[in-house]
């Protein structure tokens, strides 16, 4: 098929994470891009914050059932960076030094916006925890799916079903409201590395938007001719 004529910029694999509110498509998305590079003949593999390693995932669940709030935003975001300098450490670095795409379920710009902007942590001690746990790895692509608060918060409950919301998913509107503006302004100060898409439409048609932002940013003209008519 056409997809397996698209050619890679050699060398290092691509990291590219994915940010958003709760309920705002990210795990579909994810889903969807790695069978599309699948296809292409990349290989990529599939990873998540918080967690994504098994250290890391013993941190998540400690933080997603609340205990971390008990010890305030700033000890809390000491467990995020612990999580996080494991999951580099173990899982990301060593799958991009093989070449392989990383496509990773929230990064540092979630501690970003929900331990600083909401949790008014200090960008002193963010910039501080940055610095330890990726030094300069930065995503080479942040995809930031939009989508009105109402929307998202919906979605995530019918995911959710009869089971208890989250950590987070279970702040108030004003919480959310205020999050999607953070991801906003973050993809409005970092156009070179964040793009912004309209995540409020059916998934086949963000999924076409995300394409879209690779091919224009790692394939070649030539190949993202042939892939865009797969
Ligand atoms: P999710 O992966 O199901 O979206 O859940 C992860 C939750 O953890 C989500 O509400 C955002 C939150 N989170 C932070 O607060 N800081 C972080 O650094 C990360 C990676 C996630």
Same mark, same amino acid.
């Not at 580099?88 to 670095?93: D, E, F, L, M, N």
């Not at 902007?117 to 330890?132: D, F, H, K, T, Y």
């Not at 995503?139 to 930031?144: K, M």
């Given at each position: 098929?056409?997809?397996?004529?698209?050619?890679?910029?050699?060398?290092?694999?691509?990291?590219?994470?994915?940010?958003?509110?709760?309920?705002?498509?990210?795990?579909?998305?994810?889903?969807?891009?790695?069978?599309?590079?699948?296809?292409?003949?990349?290989?990529?593999?599939?990873?998540?914050?918080?967690?994504?390693?098994?250290?890391?995932?013993?941190?998540?669940?400690?933080?997603?059932?609340?205990?971390?709030?008990?010890?305030?935003?700033?000890?809390?975001?000491?467990?995020?960076?612990?999580?996080? $300098?494991?999951? %580099?450490?173990?899982?990301? !670095?060593? #799958?991009?030094?093989?070449?392989?795409?990383?496509?990773? *379920? =929230? @990064?540092?710009?979630?501690?970003?916006?929900?331990?600083?902007?909401?949790?008014?942590?200090?960008?002193?001690?963010?910039?501080?925890?940055?610095?330890?746990?990726?030094?300069?790895?930065?995503?080479?692509?942040?995809?930031?799916? $939009?989508?009105? %608060?109402?929307?998202?918060? !919906?979605? #995530?409950?019918?995911?959710?079903?009869?089971?208890?919301? *989250? =950590? @987070?998913?279970?702040?108030?509107?004003?919480?959310?409201?205020?999050?999607?503006?953070?991801?906003?302004?973050?993809?409005?100060?970092?156009?070179?590395?964040?793009?912004?898409?309209?995540?409020?439409?059916?998934?086949?048609?963000?999924?076409?938007? %995300?394409?879209?932002?690779?091919?224009?940013?790692?394939?070649?003209?030539?190949?993202?001719?042939?892939?865009?008519?797969?």
């Amino acid at each position: 098929m056409a997809e397996a004529a698209v050619k890679r910029i050699p060398g290092r694999g691509r990291f590219i994470s994915f940010e958003g509110g709760e309920g705002s498509g990210k795990s579909t998305q994810i889903k969807m891009l790695s069978e599309r590079l699948d296809a292409a003949k990349l290989r990529a593999i599939v990873t998540r914050e918080p967690g994504g390693s098994p250290g890391a995932e013993i941190i998540r669940h400690l933080v997603l059932s609340g205990m971390g709030k008990l010890l305030g935003p700033d000890a809390e975001t000491l467990l995020f960076a612990a999580a996080r $300098d494991d999951h %580099v450490r173990s899982v990301i !670095q060593p #799958a991009l030094s093989q070449g392989i795409w990383v496509l990773c *379920d =929230r @990064f540092s710009d979630s501690t970003r916006v929900y331990q600083g902007r909401l949790g008014q942590v200090a960008p002193a001690i963010l910039n501080a925890m940055e610095r330890v746990t990726i030094g300069d790895l930065k995503p080479d692509l942040t995809i930031i799916l $939009d989508i009105p %608060v109402e929307i998202g918060m !919906q979605r #995530a409950a019918v995911r959710r079903g009869t089971g208890a919301p *989250d =950590r @987070f998913e279970s702040e108030d509107v004003k919480f959310h409201q205020e999050l999607r503006d953070a991801y906003r302004q973050i993809a409005a100060a970092e156009p070179q590395r964040c793009v912004l898409i309209d995540a409020n439409a059916d998934a086949g048609t963000v999924a076409a938007s %995300v394409w879209s932002v690779l091919r224009d940013r790692f394939f070649t003209a030539d190949a993202a001719n042939l892939a865009s008519s797969a």
